[in-house]
C-alpha cells in the first residue's frame, strides 16, 4: 500500500456523514439549513480549533474574491470559514474521499456551494492551471506528507507571483522521537514531522519567501485546558473531533497535547510570498 492510501484509511472513518447528521439532529440542530456556528468543534482538525483558524485568515490579509486553494482540507471547517468571513471563493482538495463527500454534503447543507467546493487529488498534484490562485492554505497536513518540497514547488506554481501561500503546521522543536499514536498517524510510518528550518529552507527554494512565522503552542495548551475542563464538568459537546477519531482519540489528543506541553512540538503559523 502506498503512503497516500495508508494516511486516506488512517482518517477514513465509514459512516461520518450519518454519525455528524445524527448528532447535530439530536442537539436540535436544523440539519437541512445548518450554519457554520453549528458545525463548531468538529470541522476543524488542527490544535488550537476555530481559534487559530481565525488569527490564520487575519494573517493573510484574505479580501472578498479572492481565490483561495485549501490543501488537506478535511472536513472544510476553514475553507467555509474563509468564503463566509471573507468572501473568498475557495477550493479545497484532500486525498481522503469519505472526507470531501461530507465536506461538500455539510457545505450544501450550509447554502455555501457557489463559493466552495472540494474535491479528491493529492497535494502533490494539484488538479488546477499555473498561477489560478491569490492564496493557498496548508493546515495540519504536512506531518503526512514526505516530499515537502513537491508539495511546496505545486503551490508555487498554483499561486500568482505575490500570492500568498499560509502554512499552520505541527512541527519538530527539538531533535527527539515521537510519541505514538499521535491524531495524525498511529506509528511513524506516515508521519514526517519537521523542525521549522526545514520548512523555511524548503520554501526558499521553492520560491518562497517568508514574511510571517508565528509560533501558536500557548493557544493550543490554553483550548486544551478549557476541552479538558468542559469534559470534567459534562458540559462537552454531543460530537466532538474525539469521537470522530474513534477508540484511541484520547491517547492521541493527549500525546500530542503533552508534546507541545514539553516543547517537543509546536504548531507553528508561516506566511510566505510567492516571488
Ligand atoms: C489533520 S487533517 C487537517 C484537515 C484540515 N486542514 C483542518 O485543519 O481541519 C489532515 C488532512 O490532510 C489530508 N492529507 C494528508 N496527506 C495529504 C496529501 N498528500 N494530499 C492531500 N491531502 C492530504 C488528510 O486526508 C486530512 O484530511
Known amino acids: 500500500m502506498s503512503t497516500e492510501a495508508k494516511v486516506a484509511s488512517h482518517y477514513t472513518h465509514g459512516s461520518l456523514e450519518t454519525t455528524i447528521l445524527s448528532a447535530l439532529s439530536a442537539s436540535g440542530k436544523d440539519i437541512e439549513h445548518l450554519n457554520i456556528a453549528d458545525l463548531a468543534g468538529i470541522d476543524e482538525f488542527h490544535l488550537g480549533r476555530h481559534e487559530a483558524t481565525v488569527q490564520f485568515a487575519r494573517d493573510l490579509d484574505l479580501t472578498e474574491g479572492m481565490r483561495l486553494v485549501d490543501i488537506g482540507s478535511g472536513l472544510g471547517g476553514p475553507a467555509r470559514y474563509f468564503a463566509s468571513n471573507h468572501g473568498c471563493i475557495v477550493h479545497g482538495i484532500d486525498l481522503t474521499d469519505e472526507f470531501v463527500n461530507v465536506a461538500n454534503a455539510l457545505t450544501k447543507r450550509c447554502d455555501m456551494s457557489s463559493e466552495v467546493h472540494f474535491q479528491q487529488a493529492s497535494a502533490l498534484a494539484l488538479p488546477f492551471g499555473d498561477a489560478s490562485f491569490d492564496r493557498a492554505t496548508l493546515i495540519h497536513v504536512g506531518m503526512n506528507i514526505e516530499n515537502k518540497a513537491a508539495v511546496f514547488a505545486e503551490i508555487r506554481r498554483v499561486l500568482r507571483p505575490g500570492g500568498l501561500f499560509g502554512l499552520y503546521e505541527v512541527m519538530k522543536m ?102
Open 174 to 275: 527539538r531533535d527527539s522521537a515521537l510519541l505514538y499514536p499521535m491524531p495524525w498517524a498511529m506509528t511513524s510510518e506516515t508521519s514526517f514531522v519537521e523542525p521549522p528550518e526545514v520548512y523555511r529552507r524548503l520554501l526558499n527554494e521553492a520560491g518562497f519567501t517568508v514574511d510571517f512565522e508565528e509560533d501558536r503552542s500557548a493557544l493550543a495548551l490554553r483550548l486544551a485546558q478549557e476541552m479538558r475542563a468542559s469534559a470534567a464538568s459534562g458540559t462537552q459537546q454531543m460530537l466532538s473531533l474525539g469521537a470522530l477519531m474513534g477508540a484511541s482519540a484520547a491517547e492521541r489528543v493527549a500525546n500530542v497535547t503533552m508534546s507541545v506541553q514539553n516543547g517537543l512540538l509546536a504548531p507553528v503559523e508561516m506566511i510566505a510570498v510567492a516571488g
